[in-house]
Nanobody, 119 residues
Framework: QVQLAESGGGLVQAGGSLRLSCAAS????????MGWYRQAPGKQRELVAV???????NYADSVKGRFTISRDSAKNTIYLQMNSLKPEDTAVYYC?????????????WGQGTQVTVSS
């Protein structure tokens, strides 16, 4: 079992910044995929930014140029630096880890952290 603990959410004015952290209970090296998703009220959960195989990154078009995903393997932690926040970024942000078990993938989710951007 893997535990993921998010932190760093809060209330911020439009144009402001926040940095989210996700600490994992195991090594994040050689993970198939790890990153951030978000879910706004009444909407489906969506990808925000992820590390994929080979250390490459994917970003949602809506956050490109504003959000940056990073990681510290020594701390088993990934981060999401969010700049120029907009009210439409308001959501619960979740950390997800996907582990390749060979015959199948295991996915783990954190409990989520609320980000609220006021206009």
């Amino acid at each position: 079992q893997v535990q993921l603990a998010e932190s760093g959410g809060g209330l911020v004015q439009a144009g402001g910044s926040l940095r989210l952290s996700c600490a994992a209970s195991r090594s994040i090296l050689s993970i198939k995929r790890m990153g951030w998703y978000r879910q706004a009220p009444g909407k489906q959960r969506e990808l925000v930014a992820v590390f994929i195989t080979g250390g490459r990154t994917n970003y949602a078009d809506s956050v490109k140029g504003r959000f940056t995903i990073s990681r510290d393997s020594a701390k088993n932690t990934i981060y999401l630096q969010m700049n120029s926040l907009k009210p439409e970024d308001t959501a619960v942000y979740y950390c997800k880890m996907l582990i390749d078990r060979g015959a199948y993938d295991d996915d783990y989710w954190g409990q989520g952290t609320q980000v609220t951007v006021s206009s």
